[in-house]
Nanobody, 128 residues
Framework: QVQLVESGGGLAQAGGSLRLSCAASGRTFSANVMGWFRQAPGKEREFVAAMHRSSSRSSYADSVKGRFTISRDNAKNTVYLQMNSLKAEDTAVYYC?????????????????????WGKGTQVTVSS
């Protein structure tokens, strides 16, 4: 089992920045890919960013490329999502996720079904 706890959400002005954190505990050696998803009310949960634990290979949704950056601190078993140039449409609950199954380097892991463990989410609200 892997436990995930998100933090760092809150209120921001359009054009501002926030940094989300996701702290992993339990069987952290099984966290082969860590990802971020988001979900607005009445909408499907959508992919934001992902990173392979060993290679640091990253992928991003087109809607956040050039604005968001995923990173990690292995000593703290923590993954981050730095969000810059925030837009009102970034408003959502942001979820951290982990894939424990075997991984393939060329895969983007941008689908919800690719992940095995989920955090409870943190709210991000961006005002225009």
């Amino acid at each position: 089992q892997v436990q995930l706890v998100e933090s760092g959400g809150g209120l921001a002005q359009a054009g501002g920045s926030l940094r989300l954190s996701c702290a992993a505990s339990g069987r952290t050696f099984s966290a082969n890919v860590m990802g971020w998803f988001r979900q607005a009310p009445g909408k499907e949960r959508e992919f934001v960013a992902a990173m392979h634990r060993s290679s640091s290979r990253s992928s991003y949704a087109d809607s956040v490329k050039g604005r968001f950056t995923i990173s990690r601190d292995n000593a703290k078993n923590t993954v981050y999502l730095q969000m810059n140039s925030l837009k009102a449409e970034d408003t959502a609950v942001y979820y951290c996720a982990v894939r424990a199954r075997a991984v393939f380097p060329n895969s983007a892991y941008d689908r919800r079904e690719a992940y095995d463990y989920w955090g409870k989410g943190t709210q991000v609200t961006v005002s225009s």
